[in-house]
């Protein structure tokens, strides 16, 4: 198998090799409609050694990661976690895919602030996230969509303005300095014929 | 009866209205939580996107904070959280160099003996009987349609719950309660989760099949165990009705909130009152 495939199956713990393409995964997907290639037309991109065209394509940014696929493959293909993996490789290789812009940021977002506080401070993500998109799109409706949400929240007792914090708020930021050594160095390169 | 209790960030922040049903309710029914020290996110929706080894480790941690401090069950009443510690529960049981990796990495051993529960299964142990000698008014005139989502039932050789195609247990607490449950479609397909900000369309358009199904079988109420199915199908409602032109004007209440009513406390005490849709 060519290394990328290895690298993925190894993140994954599946092996993407058993699937034969009956199409389970993409039958119950939830979001299958809004993909232009679905879960298993991914999956057997990673196959046949075309990685490169699932880490462009916008289709692993739809994945809801509901684990329909995973748990429905006869063959027992961890496909969720494939599309994980490939969203992993996707961020670290900095592929562009205009669609998974604001679910990056989005995600991105969430763990910076995980990192800093050890749980998560709605209202500063928030913040971070349209700040960010905002910088990426110059977008003003994105930024004021939800503006009006806010203080009916906030009726409800449901928004607070300072957000928890751990105790130990060091130990969270060396187990993320860990993390995102550990992860494999030199990723595998795409093979040539897939470079766009 | 006591459990360990990992909250997850959720129920301390915009679903704190969970929170307050899961205390009063199990408060009424005799349980005691004990809040796990210093807990720390579970990684959630971000960190399986970004970085496989953080998934594992973040959960992990809290796991050996856990056992450290004698916890043997603990009730995640968030199935995000309850996956994820359960996942990584048992890639620690299962795999030695990955146990002494993570272990090294959280600074505490992990192990992965600690039980993890998620709402129904802390009041399947509670047990039906206690429940039912404990209401005090029975859900007459509650057509429930229960949504399972997820997480609760998948995959299911994580979380070894219930059916994941056909899960009936929260059916069968409702029904013991009085209440009347519908048969429907629509019980484990996904709400959107986490992709309320991130990606609003995928959880405007899923939701809006969820409730319409719902409704379509008849039902008056949906009930969850998950805040973010709740996000999405309580607090959500005004923006589907805004998109799609229907509003469906359905009541969403977590389990605990129906067992509570059913045990004769208020919707205040539940913190029904701070739910978007209201009747």
Redesign the interface.
Known sequence: MEPLATQIDALAHTHVRECYQCGKCTAGCPVAERMANPPNQIIRWVQIGQVGRALRGDSIWECVSCQTCSTRCPKSVNCAGVIDALRQLAVERAADAPARRRVVLFQKAFLHNIRRNGRLSELDLVRQFKTAVFFKDLSIPFLLKDALLGPRMFQRGKLHLTGQKVRDRELVDRIFARCLQSTPQAPAELSPEEHP | MEFGYYPG??L??????YEKSVRACLAALGARLRELD????C?????????????V??PA?NLGVAERDGLASVLAPCPMCSMELLKAGRMMADDATLRQ?IS????IPVEGKTEVLNLIQVLQRIGLDTIKEAVTKPLEGVSAACYY???LT???ATVRFDD?EHPSSMETILEALGAKTVAWNYK???C????T???EE?VLD?SNKILANAAAHGANCLVVACPMCHVNLD?KQADIARRYGHAHNMVVYYLSDLVGLALGLSKRDLAID?H?VVK
């Open positions: 960030c959720a301390h922040g915009s679903s704190n209205d210093d807990w720390i996110c990684g959630a929706t971000a960190a399986h996107v970004i970085n496989q080894t953080l998934a480790a973040l941690r990796t090294d990495i959280v600074e989502g997820c997480l998948r995959p299911p994941c484990t397909e996904c959107g989760a986490g992709m900000m991130a990606g995928t899923l607090m701070k978007f």
